[in-house]
């Protein structure tokens, strides 16, 4: 294949879905819909902010493997204004589009498994609409859902962080394949979809580190693997999400035009990296988002 071809296979749907976000955008703005209750004004400079905030968040999807809502929601949420709840719809809406581009660019690339990519999402299905229902039950009882956020934040980092800077020596790293009866990568879905529609995290976060530690996978082909397992969550999850009315759609839609750009980034140069300094990078972040939510429960205000 040229060269020409190559590109196209490789950027032709990240080209369709920046149309497909234009037309959504049309159509918001043509239709007049309201943001949700709370939700800060979408003015020109606050477009630009969330573009270069979507970005940079696509940029770490596709590097460490997440949907992008993990690094959206604690900055939308203590940083730009955001109602709690909006600021997780929202985030999930996100990893919609975040997910596909960035699960396209590892495709083309061959970091992932497509038979553990099948089970961990349909998995992840049935355990969302589970999630979505608990989060209705949740939702106006903000401190309980922060410390149930920063818990979840909480539970993967440390050992991300640890072997981040003692890496040990593996044989695994270039394999292909994620090893595992398809039963417990179901399992695993299911769990991840649950915290899915609760949290809205879009569920990377637990992939990640469960693939890697429970069923010892190779980090390159983990974080393709994780974000292609996301695409039918986000979509079920940010529907849901969508209908209950906790999305800001102007801004969502602006966060998803960076974030498949960025996506397409972080997929291109994960291997220029090595597997311990993405680790590395991914736990220190979660450790940062698990203090900050955890210390709003407790009533706490941090930086």
């Known amino acids: 294949m040229d060269r020409t071809g190559i590109l196209c296979r490789r950027y032709a749907p990240v080209v369709l879905l920046l149309l497909l976000i234009a037309g959504l955008a ?10 949700p209750e709370g939700t800060p004004p979408l003015t020109v400079t606050a477009a630009a902010v969330l573009l270069a905030i979507g970005f940079a968040a696509g940029i770490f999807s596709g590097l460490v493997g997440v949907g992008g809502a993990a690094i959206l929601l604690p900055i939308m949420y203590f940083y730009l204004g955001f109602p709690e709840s909006v600021a997780i719809g929202t985030g999930l809406f996100v990893v919609i589009f975040t997910s596909i581009s960035g699960a396209w660019g590892h495709r083309v690339r061959n970091n992932l498994d497509t038979r553990v990519t099948v089970w961990l999402g349909a998995g992840g299905v049935a355990g969302v609409l589970l999630g979505s229902w608990l989060f209705l039950l949740l939702v106006d009882r903000s401190a309980l859902l922060s410390l149930i956020l920063g818990l ?30 398809s039963w417990a990568h179901f ?23 469960g693939l890697i530690y429970l069923f010892g996978a190779p980090v390159y082909i983990t974080m393709g693997t994780s974000l292609a397992s996301l695409v039918p969550m986000a979509v079920i999850g940010g529907g849901i999400k969508v209908a209950q009315g906790f999305v800001a759609i102007g801004a969502g839609l602006i966060l998803s035009a960076g974030s498949i750009v960025g996506a397409q980034v972080g997929a291109a140069t994960i291997r220029r990296f090595a597997p311990a300094t993405l680790k590395l990078v991914f736990g220190v ?6 203090i900050l939510f955890i210390a709003e429960y407790f009533g706490v205000a941090l930086p």
């Open 26 to 35: 049309a159509w918001r703005l043509a239709s007049g819909i309201a943001p």
């Open 152 to 181: 979840v934040f909480l539970g993967p980092t440390l050992n991300m962080i640890r072997e981040g800077l003692r890496p040990g020596r593996s044989t695994r790293a270039e394999e292909r394949r994620i090893d595992g009866p």
């Open 187 to 209: 399992s695993f879905g299911v769990l991840v979809g649950v915290l899915t529609g609760l949290t809205g995290l879009g569920g990377g976060y637990a992939i990640v580190p």
């Open 285 to 290: 972040y979660f450790l940062y988002a698990a």
